[in-house]
């Protein structure tokens, strides 16, 4: 293999997998799939490998021909357990090469499937997102959040994934002293409790690795103790009990904008913009002033209404935050610094919105209100608004407005690949 190009168009990817066991029985309940570039050469790394993908602009297709070859070799060896498979969200944008068709669609019908996703990826582009957990689930697949705890961030971001299964990053293991383990642990616990979720520890090498992971509510495990990467069993293992996945949705309304979904179960008040705003700062500051950072999304209906005090707030909250975005009509893409932003087009019903979410590990919390379309003095416009600190309402009137969210720069986001 002369270059990057020779190996993606030659298709000369290999994968690995490692066994996922249950950690009560010592069962295996899956596999997770690690790919490798052509053995011997400067890509066999995948970290490598992909560098070397990105540059040449083939980072999507090479995420592709990764996962095509995980389906094949499952597909091949006859496996009947799960198969956790990595993915990044932005290779959605990119269609399946033709080549591939076949084995994509081979692992739809046969295989079960968990894909796994980054934190980092994700807040790189939301509708990536979006898009990528409805291909998964729409085939009856599971969706997988890997390397939580690595970053704090990854916390607030993980109820818009709704993963089936959470994975507790191998540093967690050896750290549990540190607060910020415990921070993660407690996010996690409350997350798979209120969910059903799996939780998985990853780097469990010994006994007390595995003691240690059972007391963070892992009960499933992977790592060395279990076993390396390698080919796959020879002769097919029986399924045995099989991870379970969670339903499609968290519950509550789909569809519609923030306020309608709101509004629709919960009573609304008409007051004025100067009655409003305390509120409004107040959902601020939970942003500002959480111990763990939640993601802040808020709707201001136009640029001039995003004032240079408010782009100062949103910038500090964004320095520690894993996504604040200010929607409008008239402002950027970044309106301040580390501020995701959107325009709204004409007609488009948010344009009469006032919004303000706010969603992390332990709170949830919405202003929703619309304007009556008042022309008088600007403190006196009215307003019809409601509240809600109903989690599950609060996902869904916050993921909404995450396909507005164009994708970042994605040499921003470090790459995460489990190897």
Same mark, same amino acid.
Not at 55 to 68: F, K, T, Y
Not at 84 to 91: I, K
């Given at each position: 293999?002369?270059?990057?190009?020779?190996?993606?168009?030659?298709?000369?990817?290999?994968?690995?997998?490692?066994?996922?066991?249950?950690?009560?029985?010592?069962?295996?309940?899956?596999?997770?799939?690690?790919?490798?570039?052509?053995?011997?050469?400067?890509?066999?790394?995948?970290?490598?490998?992909? &560098?070397? #993908?990105? %540059?040449? *602009?083939?980072?999507?297709?090479?995420?592709? @021909?990764?996962? !095509?070859?995980?389906?094949?070799? =499952?597909?091949?060896?006859?496996?009947?357990?799960?198969?956790?498979?990595?993915?990044?969200?932005?290779?959605?944008?990119?269609?399946?090469?033709?080549?591939?068709?076949?084995?994509?669609?081979?692992?739809?019908?046969?295989?079960?499937?968990?894909?796994?996703?980054?934190?980092?990826?994700?807040?790189?582009?939301?509708?990536?997102?979006?898009?990528?957990?409805?291909?998964?689930?729409?085939?009856?697949?599971?969706?997988?959040?890997?390397?939580?705890?690595?970053?704090?961030?990854?916390?607030?971001?993980?109820?818009?994934?709704?993963?089936?299964?959470?994975?507790?990053?191998?540093?967690?293991?050896?750290?549990?002293?540190?607060?910020?383990?415990?921070?993660?642990?407690?996010?996690?616990? &409350?997350? #798979?409790? %209120?969910? *059903?979720?799996?939780?998985?520890?990853?780097? @469990?090498?010994? !006994?007390?690795?595995?003691?240690? =992971?059972?007391?963070?509510?892992?009960?499933?495990?992977?790592?060395?103790?279990?076993?390396?990467?390698?080919?796959?069993?020879?002769?097919?293992?029986?399924?045995?009990?099989?991870?379970?996945?969670?339903?499609?949705?968290?519950?509550?309304?789909?569809?519609?904008?923030?306020?309608?979904?709101?509004?629709?179960?919960?009573?609304?008040?008409?007051?004025?913009?100067?009655?409003?705003?305390?509120?409004?700062?107040?959902?601020?500051?939970?942003?500002?002033?959480?111990?763990?950072?939640?993601?802040?999304?808020?709707?201001?209906?136009?640029?001039?209404?995003?004032?240079?005090?408010?782009?100062?707030?949103?910038?500090?909250?964004?320095?520690?935050?894993?996504?604040?975005?200010?929607?409008?009509?008239?402002?950027?893409?970044?309106?301040?610094?580390?501020?995701?932003?959107?325009?709204?087009? !004409?007609?488009?019903?948010?344009?009469?919105?006032?919004?303000?979410?706010?969603?992390?590990?332990?709170?949830?919390?919405?202003?929703?209100?619309?304007?009556?379309?008042?022309?008088?003095?600007?403190?006196?416009?009215?307003?019809?608004?409601?509240?809600?600190?109903?989690?599950?309402?609060?996902?869904?009137?916050?993921?909404?407005?995450?396909?507005?969210?164009?994708?970042?720069?994605?040499?921003?986001?470090?790459?995460?690949?489990?190897?």
């Amino acid at each position: 293999m002369r270059n990057i190009h020779n190996v993606i168009d030659g298709r000369a990817v290999t994968s690995a997998f490692q066994p996922l066991v249950d950690i009560a029985t010592r069962r295996v309940l899956g596999y997770e799939a690690l790919s490798r570039g052509p053995a011997g050469s400067p890509w066999e790394s995948p970290v490598t490998l992909f &560098a070397a #993908a990105r %540059a040449a *602009g083939r980072d999507n297709e090479l995420d592709w @021909v990764c996962r !095509a070859s995980a389906y094949r070799a =499952a597909l091949d060896a006859g496996l009947e357990q799960t198969l956790f498979v990595n993915m990044e969200p932005t290779a959605w944008h990119t269609p399946c090469p033709d080549d591939l068709a076949p084995i994509v669609a081979r692992a739809q019908s046969r295989l079960r499937v968990v894909t796994e996703m980054t934190e980092r990826a994700i807040a790189a582009d939301p509708a990536g997102l979006l898009s990528a957990t409805a291909s998964c689930r729409a085939a009856g697949w599971g969706v997988a959040l890997d390397d939580v705890g690595a970053d704090p961030m990854s916390l607030a971001l993980m109820p818009f994934v709704h993963p089936d299964v959470v994975k507790l990053d191998m540093s967690l293991l050896h750290a549990p002293q540190d607060p910020h383990t415990s921070h993660v642990v407690a996010a996690v616990a &409350a997350y #798979a409790e %209120a969910s *059903g979720a799996t939780i998985l520890a990853e780097g @469990v090498e010994t !006994a007390e690795h595995e003691a240690i =992971a059972r007391t963070m509510g892992a009960t499933v495990g992977q790592g060395w103790l279990y076993g390396r990467p390698g080919p796959l069993p020879p002769v097919p293992a029986p399924p045995g009990a099989h991870l379970p996945l969670l339903r499609p949705a968290m519950g509550g309304p789909t569809g519609g904008t923030p306020f309608e979904i709101v509004a629709a179960q919960r009573p609304t008040v008409v007051t004025t913009k100067s009655t409003l705003m305390p509120i409004s700062k107040h959902l601020e500051a939970l942003a500002r002033d959480s111990h763990q950072p939640p993601v802040l999304l808020a709707c201001f209906q136009e640029a001039r209404h995003f004032t240079r005090a408010t782009a100062r707030r949103y910038a500090a909250i964004a320095e520690r935050s894993p996504m604040v975005a200010a929607l409008g009509t008239g402002l950027s893409d970044e309106p301040a610094p580390g501020v995701r932003g959107a325009h709204f087009t !004409a007609g488009d019903a948010l344009r009469g919105e006032w919004n303000v979410l706010v969603v992390g590990p332990h709170q949830a919390a919405a202003l929703v209100a619309r304007d009556l379309g008042d022309t008088g003095p600007e403190a006196e416009r009215r307003f019809v608004f409601a509240t809600t600190y109903d989690r599950a309402l609060v996902i869904a009137a916050a993921r909404s407005l995450l396909h507005l969210l164009a994708p970042t720069d994605p040499g921003r986001i470090p790459h995460l690949l489990s190897v």
